[in-house]
Structures are given as structure tokens and as C-alpha cells.
């Protein structure tokens, strides 16, 4: 069974960093690509970056310069690192495979972030 456990969100002030983690489990992790999306209320789930199996990363314009994307096939795990948060990245990160958009049906429960003041 696929399934997806993110972690690290919270709330930070415009500017600040935050580092998400997830974990990943019922599939051979080192052999997909892998991405965040998010989704802000109100609007369609979004992707932000994905990373391949070789570690090539992709940003959407949105985010680039501010966030990374980094894998560890051990471990089983992707993380992103947020840097210099603004209020338009407030929504819930989620993970999954990516092969053009997500792979699995499947999702976590995300993590909330909220850049707020």
C-alpha cells in the first residue's frame, strides 16, 4: 500500500524558513521521481517541485531561487527546504510520485504552512 507521511509545517513570519519531510512507503522509492505539490485554500492542488531519480531538480517560477528539493533513497525520504516564506506560500504540502504530475491516487494529510504575521 502507498502511502505518504509529511512533516515540518507550521507557522513562520514572512521571510522565515521552514524544512518539510516525507517519508514514504509501498513502492521502490529510488527507481520514481519525486515531487511537492501544495494546495491554498480555495484553489486546485499545485505543483512546486520535483526531483528526479538522478537527483535533477525543477522548481515552478513561483518558488524558484527560494525552495530545494533533495531526496535521500536510503532513508526513503524527500524534503523541501523553504527559504524566505512569503504569505502566497500559506497552503498544505504534499508529496508524491512524479511522472509529469503525481503519480499515485493516494496522498498523506499534508502538512500546513502558514506564512503570517
Known amino acids: 500500500q502507498v502511502q505518504f507521511v509529511e512533516s515540518g509545517g507550521g507557522l513562520v513570519q514572512p521571510g522565515g524558513s521552514l524544512r518539510l519531510s516525507c517519508v514514504v512507503s509501498?513502492?521502490?522509492?529510488?527507481?520514481?521521481?519525486m515531487g511537492w505539490y501544495r494546495q491554498a485554500p480555495g484553489q486546485q492542488r499545485e505543483w512546486v517541485a520535483h526531483?528526479?531519480?538522478?537527483?535533477?531538480?525543477m522548481y515552478s517560477d513561483a518558488v524558484k531561487g527560494r525552495f530545494t528539493i533533495s531526496r535521500d533513497n536510503t532513508e526513503r525520504m524527500v524534503y523541501l527546504q523553504m527559504n524566505s516564506l512569503k504569505p502566497d506560500d500559506t497552503a498544505v504540502y504534499y508529496c508524491?510520485?512524479?511522472?509529469?504530475?503525481?503519480?499515485?491516487?493516494?496522498w498523506g494529510q499534508g502538512t500546513q504552512v502558514t506564512v503570517s504575521s
Open positions: 508524491n510520485a512524479y511522472e509529469g504530475g503525481p503519480v499515485f491516487p493516494s
Open positions: 509501498g513502492f521502490i522509492f529510488s527507481t520514481y521521481h
Open positions: 526531483i528526479t531519480r538522478d537527483s535533477r531538480t
